[in-house]
């Protein structure tokens, strides 16, 4: 292990983390520098038929498959538990009995092993994921801004440092992904919706129905998606839904992926006047895999004369590659900050844990503040 004032010799790396917030089972074993040293992911089948994650199916879902992912992990890595230096896991915001049997079994190895285990926030794993080497150009230095575009979440947030983020908005009805799903299931396609509304969107025309932009221009930076939803609703009659002609169904689909689109950047324009200048433009979450976004996205930031990063899609997604992370920079930042390593063996998993309670954690121990 590098010995330098960047890599203290002595935090316990590397860490394996577990990820089991939603209905993706992932585990990961990353060094203090950021190398990836073995990750496994695994996204659930058994929601398909249902149209939209179903929290028990998820739950029984993560509880199956985590002992032999994390099995898998450690093979991969050709390492022995006792080499692993600390256990981490997503504790919340996400379904509560997919983090509970995640942290549990984090917490599990934790004990087995004598390591620490570190509780993670799903969303600052999901807002420090562009400061793993390599993921950005210079690291995305602090203060960054990060679009957070998923299927549960939609939100701008100013990342100012480890454990200091302000939101600056966020949806106020539906996440952005869960549109696109709805909009997916309205079109007769499958489950989930992203992917197929931007495969049918490429053969329509993105001007030819009309749709509303909810919010837009308005001050601030939240988020509308559900009048939109219902916009395209009427646009199908309700009789001939799932047998629209294709032409149709495309031009539904590209019209609603550019409003989507020109939301999401008329939004941003006002979360940057809500930031000091950030260095970065970062975005997260599985609607980034969306190729007109991502190009609009590309364009906001050269137009703000900002550099743009979008971690690769596998680290963009769920995954635990992320969650270590985040335990590494809380780590680390904890030591600079002349506080312990956290040990949350006592810390209950939570559905919702809100991004600015974390910044009691550089000054004190999470548990001593944590309901
Ligand atoms: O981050 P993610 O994998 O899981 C969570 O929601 O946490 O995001 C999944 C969401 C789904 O709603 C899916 O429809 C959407 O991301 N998505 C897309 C695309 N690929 C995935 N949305 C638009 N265009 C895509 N290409
Ligand atoms: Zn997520």
Redesign the pocket.
Known sequence: MPDSDQTPPDLPTPVMAIES????TACAIVTIDGRIVAETTL?QSGHVPFGG?VPEIAARAHLAALPTLVRDTLAKADMQPHELGAIAASCGP?LIGGLIVGADMGKGMAIALDKPFIAVNHIEA?ALTARLPGVAENGAPFPYLLLL?????CQCIAVEGVGHYRRLGGTIDD????A??KV?KMLGLG????????ALAREGDPRAVSLPRPLMGRPGCDFSFSGLKTAVAQKLPVAVRTALPRQEAADIAASF?QA?SDIVIDRLGHALAMMERPTTLVV??????????RASLRDFAARHDLPFAAPPLRL???NAVMVAWAAIETMRARREAGLPIPNDIALRPRPRWPLAEMAQRMTADLLETTP
């Open positions: 917030s939603c209905d993706d996204t994650v996400g999901h575009v998923s299927g549960g979440h996440a952005a992904g869960e696109f799903d997916a489950w989930p919706g992203g992917p197929a509304v931007e992926q989507v997260a979450g599985g609607v980034a895999a969306n190729g007109v976004l963009c997604t769920d």
